[in-house]
C-alpha cells in the first residue's frame, strides 16, 4: 500500500513538472500590423511572445499564417479582441487545455462583431489557455518544458490577410484612412478646440482674459475649449484648466 501511495506521488509530481510553466522571455514589443502586407520576426529565445496589433471593421475577416524560416521553428496563434478576450487559437489538435506549437498555424476568425485593434500573438511555446476561465491575454502563459512544448527558435512571416464580408480583400491604405478618421472623430467628439465649434463657449481659443474668481483676478490665454465647460488655460506659465461655468467674470482683454 505504502509504495502505492508512494507510485501516485511520484506519477503528480512528474505530471506537474510537465505542464508547469516558465518566465516569458523578452520580446520585441507591440507592434503595428496591417492588412495584407506580410511582417517578418525572430524568435532568439525560448518561450518568446510576439504581439502585433491591427485594426479591424465589424464584419471583416481575419485569416492569419505564420511561414517559417527552414525547418525547425515551431509556433502557436491566438487572436484576442479590442477587450483583451481570446477569440480563437491555432493547434493542430485538441490537447487538454492547450493550444499546442506547430510547423505551420493558422487562424480564420470568422466574420468579426467589434471596431477596435485586435492582437495577435505569435509564440514559440505552448499556450495555456487557462481551462478557458479567464480566457485573455493578461492570463494566458507560455509553457516550453519539453520538446512536445517548446518551439525552438528562429525567424518567421506573419502573413495576415483581411476580408470583406463579401470576400473581396481589404486594403491597407483603406484601413488607414478608416482608422485615421476614427481617431479624428474621437478627438473631436473629446475636444472642441474654438468656440464656433461648440456653440455655447464665451471663449476663443488664442485669446487672453482677465477671469475673476470671488475677490481675485487673474489673466489667462485660452488654449483650448471643451464641450463640457472645461478649458485649457495658460496661467502664470502653466498649463490648467479652467471651469468656465463656475467663475463669477470673464473680460477680453485687447490684442
Same mark, same amino acid.
Given at each position: ?31 503595428? #500590423? ?30 492569419? #499564417? ?21 477569440? %480563437? ?6 490537447? /487538454? ?17 467589434? /471596431?477596435?485593434?485586435?492582437?495577435? /500573438?505569435? #509564440? ?18 507560455? %509553457?516550453?518544458?519539453?520538446? #512536445? ?72 490665454? %485660452? ?11 495658460? /496661467? ?13 467674470? %470673464? ?5
Amino acid at each position: 500500500m505504502q509504495k502505492l501511495i508512494n507510485l501516485l506521488i511520484i506519477l503528480v509530481s512528474a505530471t506537474f513538472v510537465s505542464f508547469s510553466t516558465v518566465p516569458l522571455a523578452q520580446g520585441q514589443g507591440e507592434r503595428k #500590423a496591417q492588412c495584407n502586407i506580410p511582417v517578418k520576426g525572430e524568435f532568439s529565445q525560448q518561450a518568446e511572445d510576439h504581439i502585433y496589433q491591427i485594426y479591424m471593421e465589424p464584419s471583416q475577416r481575419l485569416k492569419i #499564417a505564420v511561414k517559417r524560416t527552414g525547418e525547425r521553428l515551431k509556433t502557436v496563434i491566438v487572436l484576442y479582441d479590442p477587450a483583451g478576450v481570446r477569440i %480563437i487559437g491555432s493547434s493542430p489538435r485538441e490537447y /487538454r487545455h492547450l493550444f499546442l506549437v506547430s510547423d505551420a498555424p493558422t487562424i480564420d476568425s470568422g466574420l468579426l462583431s467589434a /471596431r477596435g485593434n485586435y492582437q495577435i /500573438r505569435v #509564440a514559440n511555446a505552448t499556450v495555456d489557455r487557462n481551462y478557458d476561465y479567464h480566457p485573455d491575454i493578461k492570463s494566458e502563459v507560455l %509553457i516550453a518544458n519539453d520538446s #512536445a512544448h517548446s518551439g525552438g527558435i528562429g525567424e518567421y512571416d506573419l502573413i495576415i490577410t483581411c476580408e470583406n464580408e463579401d470576400g473581396s480583400r481589404v486594403e491597407s491604405s483603406s484601413q488607414a484612412t478608416v482608422t485615421s478618421q476614427n481617431q479624428s472623430a474621437t478627438a473631436e467628439n473629446t475636444l472642441q478646440t474654438s468656440h464656433n465649434e461648440t456653440g455655447s463657449s464665451i471663449v476663443e481659443v488664442g485669446k487672453n482674459y482677465e477671469v475673476t474668481f470671488g475677490v481675485s483676478t487673474e489673466v489667462m490665454a %485660452i488654449l483650448e475649449v471643451r464641450s463640457d465647460g472645461w478649458a485649457k488655460v495658460d /496661467r502664470r506659465g502653466k498649463i490648467s484648466w479652467l471651469n468656465i461655468n463656475q467663475v463669477v467674470l %470673464i473680460t477680453p482683454l485687447e490684442d
